[in-house]
């Protein structure tokens, strides 16, 4: 049987997220984004739609790198303002039964005992629908907000983010008994003490003396995510993450980053399955192929170039203010996200200038849409998990909500009938629906702190 696809809509709490500009489409309403009501319809559609989940992007700071001010981005709404994706769960859980919630958080800045908390109260709340996209940031205007004077470098924030890990696994999967709730009026008994650990952890960035607060949630640990394919990023991938999420353009990039990453997961004693990666998509399709490219003409109207820019500087740490558009841009000092300067060499060469980056953003973003009928979308979806081993797509938004109206209405019924598409949701748990169990498997590193029998404290 062909493995299915998997489809998460790709979004954030804001107006601009990845396709910059297009919020001012007069059909877009993005702009309703502090509206409560406006994420619950999103929620029920895309469960009507047999979406797998929505996985919200967040930062914590401006992209202000661009010029060397927030100017620009505030113009624009690139991704500011921007509201925290956690407090939409709630509401679009209750309205939902199975849509899963990828949500971005940055461990840089908040400690892991209060994280751990709010993650365990979400999967709870969700019964078991929540997961964690990691990162580690890659603005210095977030550090700055809470006093620091820069960032941390590249590979620090990860080795950083390893320490970070072991401390929620540690209150998530250790701290709890799952015997521990005894939950007996008669005897006045709601949890067993002996069946509570205090976390005990002194490490070179984070101390802990605590219970977890929380009684364990249906997956315990939420289901992990990482994006961030520096060779790093692939090293922590491949420990800790369940779901990868990457860019890229040309099929035998991304496989090379996909075999890595799963390799090295095998190195560590994982399976190649244990690992789901999710790729980077824009789709504009239609009817006919026709009716497809009017689209994206008319959305490409609405695109703002230097909105683009000022989203692309700061992700690349590049500020492409400073270059004429012919001259070579220097790559090599990025402390951002080093995939996404890798990725842009890959496919424009090393000699790449500001002309050649914006002949790629033709829709306000490095990603570029596939454009056509619903069955030439479904080819080149077919044609990436087939042979790129991508598992499913975290597909951006161009103007909502049409767009994914778009896929649910014609791109996701033809791949049904390929049999690439469930037709139903199956139960359980977001773990349980991806890899067959609600808690991590014994032989990823988080299970390692497991506590099956009580220990004296
Ligand atoms: C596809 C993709 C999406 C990302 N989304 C976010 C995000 O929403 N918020 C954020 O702070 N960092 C985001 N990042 C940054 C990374 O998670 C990571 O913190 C950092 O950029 C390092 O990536 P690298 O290993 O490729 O250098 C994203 C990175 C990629 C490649």
């Not at 406006?38 to 010029?67: C, K, S, T």
């Not at 008994?189 to 249906?218: N, T, W």
């Not at 399955?273 to 790729?279: G, L, N, T």
């Amino acid at each position: 049987m062909a493995k299915k696809i998997l489809f998460n809509a790709f979004d954030m709490n804001c107006v601009g997220h990845i396709q910059q500009g297009l919020w001012a489409h007069p059909r877009d309403q993005s702009g309703r984004y502090t509206d409560l009501s406006y994420w619950i319809d999103y929620a029920r559609r895309l469960e009507a739609g047999l979406f797998d989940g929505i996985f919200m992007a967040d930062v914590v700071g401006v992209n202000d790198v661009y010029g060397g001010s927030n100017a620009a981005a505030l113009r624009g709404a690139v991704q500011v303002p921007v509201n925290d994706p956690m407090l939409l769960v709630p509401a679009m859980a209750a309205v939902t039964k199975h849509l899963a919630f990828g949500i971005t958080a940055n461990l840089t800045y908040e400690a892991p005992f209060l994280f751990a908390r709010r993650m365990s109260t979400l999967d709870h709340l969700t019964n078991g629908r929540i997961g964690w996209n990691i990162v580690t940031g890659y603005l210095d205007s977030a550090a700055k907000a809470i006093g620091l004077d820069a960032q941390a470098a590249h590979d620090d924030r990860y080795d950083l983010a390893d320490e970070y890990m072991n401390v929620v696994y540690r209150l998530w999967e250790e701290s709890w008994q799952d015997d521990a709730i005894v939950n007996d009026p008669s005897r006045h008994l709601y949890a067993d003490p002996q069946k509570v650990h205090k976390i005990r952890h002194k490490g070179p960035q984070y101390s802990l003396d605590a219970i977890h607060l929380c009684e364990p949630s249906p997956q315990r640990a939420p289901v992990l995510y990482q994006a961030g394919s520096s060779t790093r990023g692939r090293q922590f991938a491949a420990t800790h993450a369940e779901c990868v999420f990457v860019n890229g353009q040309k099929i035998e990039g991304v496989k090379a980053i996909i075999d890595d990453i799963r390799t090295r997961a095998t190195d560590r004693g994982r399976k190649p399955d244990d690992i789901k990666v999710f790729m980077g998509a824009t789709i504009v399709t239609g009817r006919t192929d026709k009716e497809a490219q009017e689209k994206y003409e008319d959305y490409r109207a609405y695109v703002s170039s230097e909105a683009a820019l000022v989203h692309a500087a700061a992700s690349m740490g590049i500020d492409f203010a400073k270059y004429d558009l012919d001259e070579p841009i220097e790559t090599g000092k990025s402390a951002a996200i080093v995939s996404n300067v890798e990725a842009m060499t890959r496919t424009a060469g090393p000699q790449w200038t500001k002309r050649k980056l914006l002949e790629q953003m033709v829709l306000g973003s490095r990603q570029p849409p596939m454009i056509g009928s619903a069955e030439k979308i479904a080819d080149e979806l077919g044609k990436w998990a087939n042979e790129a081993g991508v598992d499913g797509f975290n597909l951006s938004r161009t103007v909502v909500p049409e767009c994914f109206d778009d896929i649910i209405e014609s791109v996701i019924p033809i791949l049904q009938d390929r049999g690439l598409y469930k037709t139903a949701y199956s139960e359980g748990p977001l773990r349980q629906k991806l890899f067959g169990q609600p808690r991590l498997p014994a032989r990823h590193i988080g299970a390692g702190h497991r506590r099956f029998s009580p220990a004296a404290e």
